[in-house]
């Protein structure tokens, strides 16, 4: 047996099934690729329903990040499953008492909203080639079209009010499955560590900067590789949305920290211990340190000393880099960190990261990697860029 | 172990099944067999095991009885043999890592208001059982001044309100009408949410199989009126099971004359083990 499970090692008193952890780092992977679902959404809304036209150049690139995300979201969820055959029996016969049992209908629904507002946003562009192009990517388009090769005045507003009415409920759609992942978390009563009401707010707000960073990220090395120059105003606009949602982030995260320690339950000198000891770096330095109070202050700087060009660009892209770190540190203190304190409150496990495994750090990676791959190939097909496609928007 | 009783149980369906058929009822089975042998339940309310009745085992009518559990943990020797019991009936792999049923040693030493905890998972005791196939506990309070030490048995406490029911993904896992806890293997998709939500730490993943698993307080020997494996084997009485519907059960009699108490009523899970003889620090 020992070949098909990795035990954990462990000091103080745990209960003897905790040896082996549950979630691995695929879990890890799962919060994190939704989060960025979320929040690429959310600054595609900024520009669509909001109105902020200095987003205007990101805005539909927005959007295909968050469908390329979302295909892949189930992807660590059923790898980590013991039976990924019988997946769909969450949605056949789901258990409407379990909050998992609703992810299958949440992700099929906001995969399918996805669809058909890209299919919107870019049908203009779809009809254009499909009326241009000969040969098998002529045929995609023409299929793409689904029929309709009506670009007149009337279609087009027609389009604007289905593309504004989608990306409206997107909004609840896509923060309501980020939400529901933290509840997912925080509505367990068998971790002092999960167990927190803020625990899906904290979930949503870490989305939208980690879906905004990895724009802001995405934006500037796309203009680098494509050669264009970077338009400073629309990642100006992407700085502010994003400094402004991290100090909300740290906040909330500061206040369920505060919360954990003042209301000192059972376990608490334990929690104590995993703070100082082995929380430290990935907790309190990677984290709050280095991940979000690092960014809040080079972002507040730059912002005071009104600096531009690319001293500007470079501070944003660093900024962003950082706290997508701090994101992806919080779903593993979460994650890894929950199942490393033990349920008897009297003990610590260590979680050994696997190389190779089904649940290793090379699949994880691979997993991650794979809706950027996948995006490679679509703004392809679909150039979200201004100057690109400038003829179709 | 679990290869005898392999045979015993396909003899018995076949006896019920026969009885049944013959119109005697399988309740007149159920009493016969209960003197035999202090692996027999007591007598169960007529009509229990009536041909067509409810519940995932044919011939068991799950609503005629509500199970409960009892651990008495002054009774406790610490011997390990309801340990090694359970892994045997159940196919439990034999490694430190997987158990339906453990004890824990709490120790005081010296003075210390807090106790040291330990169970035969602790790898010292691993390492003097000696054996993959066995468990015991190691003399590592030989040479120090013991205040207070005792055992605690553990097991899946059956909740009435299950956390790890609430959260399974696909009702793989059900409460029962009888009261016990179980796991449809062949519905589970192996997602390990109700590991997560267990408070007791009483579920663990069989990567053999690849789906979850728990006691199930023998589910396939209790509804063939026989007592579960660790009841079974117990040599101090420690673990006491029956049927709460009967007043006269060994378990309705744990309940009455003591002052019993559950592990983490806080959870509101609302535990079905009861437990007499336990400190303030074991949850």
Redesign the interface.
């Known amino acids: 047996?020992?070949e098909?499970?990795q035990?954990q090692s462990f000091i103080g008193?745990?209960?003897?099934?905790?040896?082996?952890m549950?979630?691995g780092v695929l879990i890890v992977i799962y919060p994190y690729l939704t989060g960025l679902v979320a929040g690429a959404f959310t600054v595609s809304s900024l520009y669509q329903v909001f109105g902020i036209k200095r987003l205007r150049p990101v805005a539909h690139f927005a959007l295909l990040t968050s469908l390329c995300l979302m295909i892949f979201v189930p992807t660590p969820?059923l790898l980590?499953?013991?039976?990924?055959e019988?997946?769909l029996?969450?949605v056949l016969?789901?258990?409407t008492?379990?909050?998992?049992?609703m992810?299958g209908f949440a992700a099929g629904f906001y995969i399918l909203l996805l669809l058909v507002e890209t299919w919107f946003v870019f049908r203009p562009y779809i009809v254009q080639q499909a009326q241009s192009r000969q040969g098998p990517l002529g045929l995609f388009y023409r299929a793409l079209t689904l029929g309709s090769y009506d670009l007149s005045e009337k279609a087009m507003r027609h389009d604007r009010g289905w593309i504004f009415m989608l990306a409206i409920i997107g909004i609840p759609g896509a923060h309501g499955l980020h939400g529901y992942v933290g509840f997912?978390f925080g509505s367990?009563?068998?971790?002092e560590w999960w167990s927190s009401d803020l625990m899906p707010p904290i979930f949503l707000f870490s989305a939208i900067i980690s879906g905004t960073a990895l724009l802001i990220v995405l934006y500037v090395l796309s203009c680098w590789l494509r050669r264009k120059p970077v338009d400073l105003s629309c990642l100006k606009a992407m700085a502010y949305s994003l400094w402004g949602f991290l100090m909300f982030t740290l906040l909330l995260e500061g206040v369920e920290l505060a919360s954990l320690v003042y209301r000192g339950r059972?376990g608490i000198d334990m929690i104590m211990n995993y703070i100082s000891g082995p929380a430290f770096l990935p907790f309190i330095v990677l984290q709050l340190g280095i991940g979000a109070t690092v960014p809040i202050v080079i972002l507040s700087f730059v912002f005071w000393r009104g600096t531009t060009g690319r001293a500007l660009a470079t501070a944003i892209l660093v900024s962003a880099a950082l706290v997508m770190l701090e994101v992806l540190m919080m779903r593993w203190n979460v994650v890894i960190g929950g199942?490393e304190i033990s349920?008897?409150?009297?003990g610590l496990l260590t979680y050994a990261l696997e190389i190779f495994s089904k649940e290793g750090i090379v699949g994880a990676s691979c997993v991650l990697a794979a809706p950027f791959i996948l995006l490679l190939f679509v703004v392809r097909l679909f150039p979200p860029w201004e100057d690109a496609s400038s003829e179709a928007h | 172990m679990d290869r005898i009783d392999e045979d015993k149980p396909l003899d018995r369906r076949a006896v019920i099944g026969f009885l049944a058929k013959a119109g005697v009822g399988a309740a007149a089975f159920l009493c016969g067999g209960a003197g035999v042998a202090n692996a027999v339940l007591e007598p169960a309310p007529a009509g229990s095991a009536a041909p067509g009745g409810s519940g995932p085992v044919p011939g068991y009518d799950w609503t005629k009885h509500r199970w409960g559990f009892g651990v008495d943990a002054t009774r406790c020797i610490g011997c390990l043999r309801c340990a090694v019991a359970c892994k045997q009936e159940n196919n439990v792999a034999f490694d430190p890592h997987h158990f339906r049923t453990w004890v824990e040693r709490y120790a005081y030493v010296d003075g210390s208001d807090k106790p040291l905890i330990d169970s035969q998972a602790d790898p010292a005791n691993i390492a003097a059982a000696g054996r993959p196939d066995n468990y015991r506990f190691d003399n590592r309070y030989a040479e120090v001044k013991v205040d207070k030490a005792f055992f605690v048995p553990k097991l899946c406490n059956h909740c009435t309100r299950p956390a790890c029911v609430q959260v399974c993904p696909t009702g793989a896992t059900y409460k029962s009408v009888d009261g016990a806890v179980l796991i449809d293997h062949d519905y589970c998709i192996g997602c390990r949410y109700c590991i997560q939500a267990c408070p007791y730490g009483a579920r663990f993943f069989n990567e053999e199989r690849q789906v979850t698993d728990k006691c199930t307080w023998c589910y396939h020997r209790i509804t063939k009126a026989m007592m579960p494996a660790c009841v079974e084997v117990c040599p101090a009485s420690a673990r006491i099971f029956g049927d709460l519907n009967n007043p006269h059960s060994a378990i309705s009699e744990f309940i009455h004359e003591n002052r019993v108490e559950v592990l983490r009523p806080e959870t509101g899970n609302g535990p079905n083990v009861f437990y007499v003889g336990i400190d303030k620090e074991v949850n």
Do not use: C, I
């Not at chain 1, 367990?188 to 971790?191: A, F, P």
């Open positions: 047996m020992d098909l499970f035990s008193y745990v209960y003897p099934n905790e040896t082996v549950p979630w969820l980590h499953l013991g039976h990924p019988r997946a029996n969450a016969t789901p258990h008492t379990s909050a998992m049992a992810f997912v367990l009563k068998s971790r059972e199942q349920k008897t409150g009297k």
